[in-house]
């Protein structure tokens, strides 16, 4: 057998040494993990925007038709009417502070040589001509004195005369008055007292609260008529047609009497019907994305537009508000805006949606500042 040479091949070439392998290996098993450790990385980021509404007022005002039997597009209602009369006593609260009645004791001397008889209101008077009257008959024995009680004939304090003060007797005989004299034995003094009037105020305010004693019980009894209980609101519709009183204005008195008579009519209509309805017509002003929230229907404003008492039907008048916010399910919303986009970029693109109050981000790990490229990992939290 003939060996032939290849000029191009050194068979005894030396092979690479085992630390290359080595290197090549350590180098792809670094690689491996590198990458396993980024796609770990990736696949636990976590990002959630919570993104604060503006609160928009929505109102609705619209009309609806109440009717006893209630035939497509009107609600249930009962309309009800009667006359109803009350009449009350009330007292006289208003009053103004007028001088009383001037009151003290006199001692009557007879020095005469007879007794004197004196009546009832006899006068006595001072020196300067301030004017007493006894209240009650009295006999004053000869030579001896006797008390009394006085009054003046003026109120107020240019009546009131010290202990000591001495009177004569007007009308007894001029001779006679140097025997019998009299003198103030307890001062006399006024007093403060309150003269009450029936005023323009005394009377309105009787009124208004017997109105409000009439509706009640007008309103209790409507309601007993109509057969429905208390989940059914009422508007009350009053025509007054009598209301007096046996008293004027600034006539003196501590009490009076007041009454009045009311026609009313009872609108009552179940109250959730109506909320229902409220709901209804506010939700039909909103778009898709919009949803209602702090609702109050009891401040809601319901009037009566229209009344058949005959045939039981009415038109009420409704205005009512509540706040709107964009939901989740508008458009601008969606997550896919904003996936991969950096934290700043996805807070202006968010706080750039009309209706948006705030917008608050957290990344997990907080060292990321990138929002996650996958849907499953960005939770959107609306309120």
Do not use: C
Request: glycine content about 4%; aromatic content about 6%.
């Amino acid at each position: 057998m003939t060996l032939r040479h290849h000029p191009h091949r050194n068979l005894f070439a030396p092979q690479p040494a085992p630390a290359l392998f080595r290197t090549i290996a350590y180098s792809f098993v670094g690689i491996t993990v590198l990458i396993a450790i980024m796609a770990l990385w990736l696949s636990s980021t976590r990002a959630r925007a919570t993104v604060k509404m503006k609160r928009e007022i929505t109102t609705v005002d619209t009309f609806v038709d109440l009717a006893k039997n209630p035939e497509a597009g009107q609600l249930r209602g009962r309309i009800v009417k009667g006359t109803f009369q009350q009449i009350q006593d009330y007292s006289v609260k208003e009053g103004t502070p007028v001088d009383g009645i001037v009151v003290g004791v006199v001692t009557i001397i007879n020095a005469y040589s007879k007794p004197q008889t004196l009546v009832a209101t006899t006068r006595l008077l001072t020196a300067d001509n301030r004017l007493y009257r006894i209240d009650k008959t009295v006999v004053v024995p000869s030579k001896q004195s006797v008390t009394v009680t006085a009054h003046a004939d003026k109120p107020g304090r240019t009546s009131e005369s010290a202990v000591g003060t001495k009177l004569t007797i007007p009308g007894l005989w001029p001779e006679l008055q140097k025997f019998i004299t009299a003198e103030v034995t307890s001062g006399f003094s006024s007093t403060k007292i309150v003269k009450k009037i029936a005023s323009e105020n005394e009377l309105k305010d009787a009124y208004a609260s017997l109105q409000n004693t009439v509706m009640a019980q007008a309103e209790k009894a409507l309601r007993a008529e109509a057969g429905v209980g208390t989940e059914w609101n009422v508007l009350l519709d009053a025509k007054i047609i009598e209301k007096k009183s046996n008293v004027t204005v600034g006539e003196k008195t501590e009490s009076f009497l007041a009454s009045m008579k009311i026609e009313v009519t009872g609108v009552f209509y179940p109250a959730k019907d109506i909320e229902v309805l409220i709901r209804q017509k506010l939700k039909e002003k909103l778009p898709d994305e919009r949803e209602l929230i702090e609702f109050d229907p009891s401040r809601a404003t319901t009037a009566i537009d229209s009344l058949d008492v005959k045939n039981e039907k009415a038109r009420l008048h409704i205005t009512a508000q509540a706040l709107s916010r964009l939901t989740e399910k508008s458009p601008q919303l969606a997550k896919s805006h904003i996936l991969g986009l950096s934290e700043a970029d996805e807070s202006a693109k968010l706080k750039a949606v009309d209706g948006v109050e705030r917008v608050d981000i957290r990344i997990r790990p907080s060292w990321i500042h990138t929002i996650p490229s996958s849907a499953s990992h960005l939770e959107l939290v609306v309120q």
